[in-house]
Nanobody, 127 residues
Framework: QVQLVESGGGSVQTGGSLRLSCAASRYTSSTTWMGWFRQSPGNEREGVAAIFRGGSSSYLADSVKGRFTISQDAAKNTVYLQMNSLKPEDTAMYYC????????????????????WGQGTQVTVSS
C-alpha cells in the first residue's frame, strides 16, 4: 500500500506561483510513474504532469507547458509541482497519484493508469 499526502495548495492571484508537494509513505518495487491531476466541479479529472520514479522522464499537459514543472526528491519520496504564471482556469483540486505498472506514452496522463491517490489539495486562482 502506498499512501500519498499532498500539500502546498492555497489561494493566489493571476500570475502568482505555488509549489505543491506530494509525500509518499513508501514506494514499492512496482511503482513507476508519479502524476499530478486536477479536477474542478463538473469536469473530469485531468492529467497535468507526470514523472518517472527515480528517472528524468517527465510529461506535461499542453495546457501547462511553459508554466508548470514537475520534479522529485528520491531521498524524500517526494514529488513536486511548481506552478508559475497561474491563471483562473488552473483553479481545481490537485491530486497526486502513483502508478504500479508500465505505461504506454499515450496513457501516462490518464487517471485510469494510476492505482494510488492522495486526498488532494485545493488551488484557487483569482483574477
Amino acid at each position: 500500500q502506498v499512501q500519498l499526502v499532498e500539500s502546498g495548495g492555497g489561494s493566489v492571484q493571476t500570475g502568482g506561483s505555488l509549489r505543491l508537494s506530494c509525500a509518499a509513505s513508501r514506494y514499492t518495487s512496482s511503482t513507476t510513474w508519479m502524476g499530478w491531476f486536477r479536477q474542478s466541479p463538473g469536469n473530469e479529472r485531468e492529467g497535468v504532469a507526470a514523472i518517472f520514479r527515480g528517472g528524468s522522464s517527465s510529461y506535461l499537459a499542453d495546457s501547462v507547458k511553459g508554466r508548470f514543472t514537475i520534479s522529485q526528491d528520491a531521498a524524500k519520496n517526494t514529488v513536486y509541482l511548481q506552478m508559475n504564471s497561474l491563471k483562473p482556469e488552473d483553479t481545481a483540486m490537485y491530486y497526486c497519484a502513483a502508478a504500479e505498472n508500465f505505461l504506454l506514452m499515450s496513457t501516462i496522463l490518464r487517471a485510469a493508469s494510476y492505482k494510488y491517490w492522495g486526498q488532494g489539495t485545493q488551488v484557487t486562482v483569482s483574477s
